[in-house]
């Protein structure tokens, strides 16, 4: 979508019901279907959302409605309103400056990963925060994720070498056959460009956005982003991480990183190249390149 779009006015007129006369400033990423709009009105801001589809709008809203309020206040959006019929949200603002923005120096990063670590395991919660049907949501994810190779390599067709369709395959065979890993209420596209750090605070305080991917399935998928981009040669970073989430991955998730980075290196190839992303085609192939499985 382009970011100079306007407001739908269905959108602002709904918002203005709920917080009053606003003004406006698109503030969607640029990708097609990012639709967001930054609010003032008289006493704050706020952000109106329209969600790509039903599926991302009822996965935000649960995850605004049952994991947010638990949450350290300021750390991750509230819920304001949700109109199921447009399929919009308004949130509240989270305080900070984007990630992306920050010139950090290598011991501000490894806090940042500190402090990512230990916001992601508070919205990752407890055994006992999921239902019995949650659990069974999560294992069914690792196995569509499995099954999810073929469709990956076939739309990506000849741009992803013979080589490099072997190597996700056998990942994607290895993943099937990993046994039960552990479930968690996952955020689903936990990276820097949904990290917020307010340094207005001391210490600074770490905040996330964008929940539309928030789901049951095994914790370690929220890190696979991480794993194949930011902790690329920064062992520091993964280990400042792991010390804020409080522990490490087992031998069993430690496999299933390694078959989902696989798998995500798959699907960042055949998304990016015709939708003009090379930061993502990149970061696809340099994974495959580290998981390439070796000719027998």
């Not at 709009?37 to 991302?56: C, H, I, M, Q, V």
């Not at 995850?63 to 309020?69: C, D, F, G, T």
């Not at 990512?116 to 569509?144: C, M, Y």
């Not at 996952?186 to 605070?201: E, K």
């Amino acid at each position: 979508m382009s970011v100079t779009a306007p407001i739908p006015p269905a959108l602002r007129e709904w918002a203005q019901g709920i917080v009053g006369p606003v003004s406006e400033r698109n503030v969607s990423h640029d990708r097609p279907n990012s639709r967001v709009w930054e609010l003032t009105y008289d006493t704050g801001r706020a952000f109106a959302k329209l969600s790509p589809n039903p599926t991302s709008f009822g996965r935000e809203t649960r995850a605004l409605r049952e994991v947010a309020p638990g949450l350290e206040p300021g750390t991750v959006p509230l819920l304001r309103g949700a109109d199921a019929h447009q399929q919009a949200l308004l949130l509240s603002l989270v305080p900070g400056l984007p990630v992306k923005s920050l010139s950090l120096a290598p011991g501000g990063e490894r806090a940042l990963h500190r402090h990512a670590g230990n916001w992601l395991r508070r919205f990752h919660g407890g055994p006992g925060d999921l239902s019995v049907q949650d659990r069974k949501d999560a294992a069914t994810e690792i196995t569509r994720a499995a099954a999810g190779a073929d469709k990956h390599l076939e739309r990506a067709g000849d741009l992803i070498s013979a080589e490099e369709q072997r190597t996700v395959r056998q990942h994607a065979t290895e993943l099937g056959r990993i046994g039960p890993l552990p479930a968690a209420y996952i955020h689903g596209d936990f990276q820097a460009r949904n990290w917020l750090l307010d340094t207005s605070r001391v210490p600074s305080v770490f905040g996330a956005v964008d929940l539309e991917r928030a789901r049951p399935h095994a914790a370690v998928a929220d890190v696979v982003l991480l794993a194949c981009g930011p902790w690329v040669g920064r062992p520091d970073l993964e280990q400042a991480f792991w010390n804020g989430y409080g522990r490490g991955l087992t031998s069993e998730e430690e496999r299933a990183l390694r078959c989902l980075s696989a798998l995500d290196a798959a699907s960042a190839i055949s998304w990016g190249v015709p939708n003009g992303d090379h930061e993502i085609v990149e970061r696809g192939r340099a994974t495959l390149a580290r998981l390439e499985v070796p000719t027998a």
